[in-house]
C-alpha cells in the first residue's frame, strides 16, 4: 500500500513559484505512475501533470511551459514546480498514484491529503 505526504503549498504573488513535493512509502514506488491534481471551490478536480518515467511526462494544457513534474526515485519523491504563476492556478493541489495511471482522477488508487496554494492577483 502505498502512502502519499504532500508539502510546500502556501501564498504567492501573480507571476512567482512554489515548489510542491510529495513523499511516497511503500512497494516499488518507481513503477508507480505518480500524478498532481487540482481542485478548485466548485470545479472538479482536473489533473495537472504526470510522470511514469523522466521521458514520459504530460502536462494539462493549461499549465504547461509553466510548470515541471519530476521524480526522484533515491528519495521517494515527486515534485512539482511551478513558475509563473497564475490567479487561475489556486487550488487545492493532491499528489496521486497508480499501478498503472491515466487523466481520470477515477484511475488514482492512492492520494495525500492536499495542499493549498493560494495565488494573489
Known amino acids: 500500500q502505498v502512502q502519499l505526504v504532500e508539502s510546500g503549498g502556501g501564498l504567492a504573488p501573480a507571476g512567482g513559484s512554489l515548489r510542491l513535493s510529495c513523499a511516497a512509502s511503500?512497494?516499488?514506488?518507481?513503477?508507480?505512475?505518480m500524478a498532481w491534481f487540482r481542485q478548485a471551490p466548485g470545479k472538479e478536480r482536473e489533473i495537472v501533470a504526470r510522470?511514469?518515467?523522466?521521458?514520459?511526462?504530460v502536462y494539462a494544457d493549461s499549465v504547461k511551459g509553466r510548470f515541471t513534474i519530476s521524480r526522484d526515485n533515491a528519495k521517494n519523491t515527486v515534485y512539482l514546480q511551478m513558475n509563473s504563476l497564475k490567479p487561475e492556478d489556486t487550488a487545492v493541489y493532491y499528489c496521486?498514484?497508480?499501478?498503472?495511471?491515466?487523466?481520470?482522477?477515477?484511475?488514482?488508487?492512492?492520494w495525500g491529503q492536499g495542499t493549498q496554494v493560494t495565488v494573489s492577483s
Open positions: 496521486a498514484s497508480d499501478s498503472v495511471g491515466g487523466t481520470s482522477p477515477d484511475r488514482y488508487s492512492y
Open positions: 510522470i511514469v518515467s523522466d521521458l514520459i511526462t
Open positions: 511503500g512497494r516499488t514506488f518507481d513503477s508507480y505512475v
